[in-house]
């Protein structure tokens, strides 16, 4: 039985529907509903007085539903916390939250999840049917909340959680493309320049009958160059994109080897080892914490730690702190994570405060990252300028550099 309703609530669909009609008093009215059907949509404004003159299902990606994204399950866990925290029974307060979504695929989840509960499985054994969704720290909480009977606090706990590993993904992102987009676009300009534009300076050189400057005898070369081979430089570098995540996604070898490249890189590797760091630290604590054992704490945090080596090197102190090693010296034989850290992890657990001082380590390196990413800002904003100014300003200075030595002529 149980598992016909699992199936029943899988084949669940939403979608948004746009309608327009008419209210009380004649009044022209429109607005978004979020149903299965046209049906259900006629009979909710029927029973408003709407006399429904147009109804029209949204089209977009997912056929309007949208995309599930973690800030949607921070608000979910924030939501369904204050529920039960209300005294509001479980499947109620699905029901409320569901209602609450204006996403048409995060109502369709929480209802499927919702269905799932009615059907007799328990919370995480629900969240665990789902881990596109939610991830093991999720699901483990929420099973130490339902032992405990402190669920309240442990969906609190995740949405917390979520919140800071969101806002420091947003951190690590903002120094990774504010660089690469200004530079692309500089490469982008440069390149309609070099294609379009000095081509029609050369049929105008062509007419002068004399030895044009060097500057300008480089661009003419590189122009050439570029409107040869353009299409397959473009191509070169989409195919080595695509093999780049294709081979990340399906080699661990190759996959460890480019997360390895990346912490080595000026700057930026600095930022993305300490934002690992932080994830870890903030993982771990907020795991223990909840009554999590150890062992099992870290296998979540090596997931969480969103970097290939780091995650081998928490599986290694797993491994260690199985055989009855402490946590802090476990971290010191990996020689991955930073001193301080392991110092602070160290005077944790001597004074029985684990939780509370890893919270501490990833407060630290997160406040860390967030100075690195604006100091790397400002000093690249200067260098940019620089960069553009000189691809830019060469070739307009080589492509008048003729005219100029023309008019002193005449």
């Given at each position: 039985m149980a598992t016909a309703t699992y199936h029943k609530a899988r084949k669940l669909r939403l979608y948004r529907w746009h309608w327009s009609g008419k209210g009380p008093q004649g009044r022209k009215i429109s607005g978004e509903i979020?149903?299965?059907?046209?049906?259900?949509?006629?009979?909710?404004?029927?029973?408003?007085?709407?006399?429904?003159?147009?109804?029209?299902?949204?089209?977009?990606?997912?056929?309007?539903?949208?995309?599930?994204?973690?800030?949607?399950?921070?608000?979910?866990?924030?939501?369904?916390?204050?529920?039960?925290?209300?005294?509001?029974?479980?499947?109620?307060?699905?029901?409320?939250?569901?209602?609450?979504?204006?996403?048409?695929?995060?109502?369709?989840?929480?209802?499927?999840?919702?269905?799932?509960?009615?059907?007799?499985a328990s919370f995480s054994e629900t969240l665990r049917r789902h881990p596109a969704y939610f991830d093991r720290l999720f699901c483990n909480l929420v099973e130490a909340g339902e032992q405990s009977g402190s669920l309240d606090r442990m969906l609190e706990r995740v949405a917390t959680y979520k919140e800071k590993v969101e806002s420091l993904k947003a951190r690590v992102k903002k120094a990774l493309w504010y660089p690469t987009a200004v530079i692309a676009v500089g490469i982008g300009v440069t390149a309609i320049l070099l294609i379009k534009v000095v081509p029609q300076f050369e049929s105008l050189f062509q007419g002068f009958g004399a030895e044009l400057p060097a500057m300008t005898r480089m661009t003419i070369q590189l122009s050439e160059l570029a409107q040869q081979y353009w299409l397959w430089a473009l191509g070169a570098v989409?195919?080595?994109?695509?093999?780049?995540?294709?081979?990340i996604k399906r080699s661990e070898p190759f996959a460890y080897r480019m997360h390895a490249l990346a912490l080595r890189l000026p700057v930026i590797g600095d930022i993305l080892d300490k934002s690992c760091v932080a994830r870890y630290s903030r993982t771990l604590a907020t795991t223990f914490g909840a009554g999590v054992p150890l062992v099992e704490a870290l296998e979540t945090a090596a997931g969480a730690s969103g970097n290939r080596v780091y995650e081998r090197a928490v599986e290694q102190v797993r491994d260690d702190v199985a055989t009855g090693q402490q946590l802090h010296f476990a971290m010191r034989l990996t020689e991955q994570f930073p001193a301080l850290a392991v110092q602070m992890v160290g005077i944790g657990e001597e004074a029985g405060a684990l939780d509370a001082m890893l919270n501490r380590v990833a407060d630290y390196y997160e406040e860390d990252v967030d100075n690195k990413v604006d100091a790397l800002t400002s000093l690249l904003e200067p260098f940019i300028i620089v960069v553009l100014g000189v691809l830019v300003g060469g070739l307009v200075i080589s492509m008048y550099l003729p005219i100029f030595e023309l008019g002193s002529v005449i």
């Open positions: 979020i149903a299965r059907s046209r049906v259900e949509v006629e009979k909710e404004l029927s029973g408003q007085n709407i006399i429904v003159k147009t109804i029209r299902r949204k089209s977009g990606i997912g056929n309007g539903m949208g995309k599930v994204k973690p800030r949607d399950i921070m608000l979910f866990a924030r939501q369904m916390a204050t529920m039960i925290r209300a005294g509001v029974p479980a499947l109620q307060a699905f029901q409320v939250v569901a209602e609450s979504m204006r996403k048409p695929a995060m109502r369709g989840l929480v209802q499927e999840l919702m269905n799932e509960v009615a059907a007799g989409v195919a080595a994109i695509f093999f780049i995540r294709a081979g």
